[in-house]
């Protein structure tokens, strides 16, 4: 009997379905978790380094903790609010909950669920760059906990609709 591999009929995940929700851990009684606008790319890296101990046999390798980054660039809209309180998490070692969902997965219950990961961490790295001819560009990075959790993201459908380009109309909307 022939195996098919279900890869070769998948489709790809668009780098524009995949979001990450932020919040202050501190916050979390009265605060959801939210996205940081105009985000350009964002990333996330497992590594993990392994200690070599030479033997008569050949060297045998003893791998080390996983460290986990995560990496946001966006564009800095006016007023942002999110921005500056990351910044101020930064100065203050404030603990960060993101969330990673990936928009093309949705969870098998619940509404506005998808597949995701849950992560607790530091941000790191905290840069604004401002230049004469591009808009104020905004990178950092986050240093992760552990290696995080998967699990059933809840986002909105005002936070999937600012994931996604939707198509409005020309005409007045009422409101």
């Keep these: 009997m022939r195996r098919f591999e279900l890869q070769m009929f998948a489709d790809a995940v668009a780098g524009k379905k995949i979001v990450y929700l932020f919040r202050i851990m501190k916050n979390a009684a009265n605060a959801d978790g939210a996205q940081i606008a105009f985000v350009t790319e964002n990333g996330r890296t497992k590594s993990k380094d392994a200690d070599s101990t030479a033997t008569k046999d050949g060297s045998i390798r003893t791998p080390g903790t996983a460290e986990v980054e995560i990496t946001c660039t966006s564009i800095l809209a006016k007023g942002d609010t999110l921005i500056d309180a990351l910044e101020d998490a930064l100065d203050n070692d404030d603990l960060i909950e993101i969330w990673e969902a990936n928009l093309d997965e949705k969870a ?52 999937q609709a600012a994931a996604e380009y939707v198509f409005r109309d020309s005409v007045k909307t009422g409101a």
């Design 108 to 159: 098998e219950s619940g509404e506005n669920k998808f597949k995701g990961m849950y992560f607790q961490g530091y941000l790191t790295e905290f840069e604004k760059t401002s230049n004469a001819e591009d808009m104020v560009e905004i990178s950092t990075t986050f240093g992760i906990n552990g290696s995080g959790k998967r699990g059933d993201v809840t986002v909105t459908a005002e936070q």
